[in-house]
């Protein structure tokens, strides 16, 4: 097998096996430690507030939240859109990364699809509530009733439902599938009755045969072929909620192209955030690397500065377009009342990220754990200057108004913080946290150790 | 009665070396098991490529049809509706809806067949043959005959290679 000479070992300190599996496989079997305690009582107890004020929109109704006639989406759909771009890393890095066979991947795929999952699952909880009535959600699917009408398949809104439960179901299989020859490994590994029979089932009764190994690699191939257009056909139909619209500052072509490059921006801050605190939690330096920090900070800079060129596009465009209600929609988000928003978007999604050109920066993990959550912030300001500040201004000067969210959003906001934490804590005490089996397949050609000149 | 030997390696290339031996002596191998997919094992098998893609690629279409019909039933004969000034038949408009419908069947398609055709899916009974498979052992199970006429050959090709455990098992049939 080539050794490079010139790159990293994808995997340090010269594991065999046997190690591999031991290290991936000791945060499960260990106790957990007081940090994973404390990180899981301040998700639960977030969660348990969001769910409180979600129960509270639900009995009340939609009057608890700070939305007006003029802003009738505010900090649920901000949410929402926020949610769901964090969710697209993990497809990104496990179907788009692996069709193009980087293989740093495999220490940050099993974490960064869980994410997906959970980011996911939080995004779908906004437009449920933001219903007011969550029994009657499935009035969305296209189900005979009884006045023999039909859902709009002409409307964004729709399409956002049918690209969401995709994505969320083929993420969750991709997840899975990957995830079966794992959970073999831990049957095997646990030595109490009850694990080995919960492990057992979850294993699908996998064996290792190289016939099952042979059509999973397929499996896992096609399902990265069919998932890598689901990332950019998700978002650009999210994008496509406002674009179709002709509300100054929504309506333009633009947007797919570049929420699809923000989502992959912010996802990957997310998985920064996670990963930089994990490594170090659960003690896999040696598998997730400085090398693969800096992969990853690699790739924020590229969608990062797809983000800013689109910002910039979108001044541009307003301007060259002659339309008055579209220079107005831009100046009004540069210097209107929400400059704050913009300018906070501003910073922390095109400026910071270009620190990141520096070597030294974005070897070093307190910067970049703290770019990371820079990075979650102005995403989320992103949405907000998007939704908000277009709504706030439209064709009416008589309609004009603004939005301040009250606890009741917020709360639900730290509550799917909460959920998405307690998910990914009960993930990582429950399955390994990296794919096990494939860095197996990664490690030796990663350098460090010996390797046999014979030709097969 | 079903006789066979089992034997297992630490090192994926001499597991290589060892298959493609027995292969070219013409000797039955039953399974050959390992914790990660080592590539080029399946070729030293003589295992056909799989037939995955052609499922998935058969289900998408089902998926394709069944959703790009449905919308254009649903808004040309059984609920002709004008919106937002489309046409009935809005063709872009059905695509984003057509795709995601596309890929969600050959997916799930796909891990059906998959589960199916491996024998795999909760509550599988099949049997482990050695709890270090998952870990770091790579095992080759060889069919033996009842009189055990190639035992000798298939043992030296197995220690030619550094095998360890050898052992030769029978099952009832």
Request: net charge positive.
């Amino acid at each position: 097998m080539y050794v490079s000479p010139i790159r990293e070992p994808l995997i340090k300190g010269n594991k065999t096996y046997s190690q591999i599996t031991k290290d991936i496989a000791a945060p499960i079997e260990g106790k957990p430690g007081k940090a994973w305690y404390m990180g899981i009582s301040l998700s639960l107890s977030a969660m348990f507030l969001g769910l409180a004020m979600m129960g509270w929109t639900i009995w009340e109704g939609i009057g608890t939240w700070g939305l007006n006639r003029t802003i009738g989406w505010g900090w649920g759909i901000t949410n929402f859109v926020w949610w769901v771009g964090i969710g697209h890393a993990g497809t990104f890095i496990s179907a788009i990364l692996l069709l193009f066979r980087q293989k740093w991947r495999t220490s940050i795929n099993r974490s960064a699809e869980a994410m997906t999952i959970f980011a996911v699952l939080c995004a779908g909880l906004f437009p449920l509530i933001h219903m007011g009535r969550p029994l009657l959600a499935f009035f969305v699917f296209p189900y005979p009733n009884t006045r023999d009408l039909w859902v709009n398949f002409n409307s964004p809104l729709l399409w956002d439902v049918f690209a969401i439960s995709t994505y969320l179901l083929v993420s969750l299989l991709f997840w899975y599938m990957g995830l079966i020859p794992d959970i073999g490994t831990m049957r095997d590994r646990v030595k109490s009755k009850a694990k080995k029979f919960i492990y057992g089932l979850l294993s699908f009764g996998w064996t290792g045969s190289v016939k099952h190994w042979q059509r999973h690699e397929k499996l896992s191939l096609i399902l990265a072929g069919l998932a890598a257009p689901l990332v950019l056909s998700v978002h650009s139909i999210v994008s496509a909620d406002f674009a179709t619209s002709i509300i100054p500052g929504w309506h333009t072509t633009i947007f797919p192209p570049y929420f699809v490059a923000g989502a992959i921006f912010s996802g990957f801050a997310m998985v920064l955030t996670l990963l930089i605190v994990t490594r170090k939690v659960l003690n896999l330096e040696n598998y997730i690397t400085l090398a693969h920090i800096e992969s990853m900070n690699k790739i924020i800079i590229a969608t990062g500065s797809i983000v800013g060129i689109a910002y910039l596009t979108e001044l541009f465009i307003s301007w060259y377009s002659g339309v008055e209600y579209e220079q107005y929609a831009f100046l009004n988000r540069a210097a209107g009342p929400y400059w704050w928003a913009y300018a906070i978007m501003m910073t922390c999604n095109v400026i910071s990220p270009q620190l990141l050109w520096f070597r030294k920066l974005r070897r070093n993990l307190v910067f970049t754990f703290i770019l990371s959550i820079f990075i979650n912030i102005g995403m989320w300001f992103e949405r907000f200057v998007i939704i908000v500040t277009s709504l706030h201004r439209d064709y009416l000067p008589s309609s004009w108004s603004m939005y301040k969210p009250t606890l009741v959003e917020v709360g639900i906001f730290v509550g799917t913080l909460g959920l998405f934490f307690t998910c990914f804590l009960l993930f990582i005490r429950a399955f390994p946290v990296i794919a096990i089996a494939e860095v197996k397949t990664v490690v030796k050609s990663s350098g460090e150790k010996e390797i046999k000149n014979e030709t097969l | 009665m079903r006789r066979y030997i089992s034997a297992y390696f630490t090192d994926e290339q001499n597991l290589l070396r060892a298959t493609k031996d027995l292969r070219d002596q013409e000797l039955s191998i039953q399974d050959v098991l390992t914790p990660f997919p080592v590539h080029g094992l399946d070729h030293a098998l003589g295992y056909k490529r799989s037939n995955l893609p052609a499922v998935a690629f058969v289900c998408g279409a089902i998926g394709l049809v069944l959703a790009f019909g449905f919308q254009t039933w649903a808004f040309v004969v059984d609920y002709p509706l004008f919106i937002g000034g489309k046409p009935h038949f809005a063709i872009p408009a059905f695509i984003p809806i057509t795709f995601e419908v596309t890929v969600l069947f050959a997916a799930f398609g796909m891990a059906t067949a998959f589960f199916i055709s491996s024998k795999l899916g909760p509550g599988a009974n099949n049997v482990i043959h050695d709890e270090r498979i998952t870990d770091d052992r790579f095992v080759i199970i060889v069919d033996l005959d009842e009189d055990g006429n190639h035992e000798a050959t298939i043992k030296s090709i197995l220690e030619k290679e550094d095998a360890k455990n050898i052992q030769v098992k029978e099952i009832e049939k």
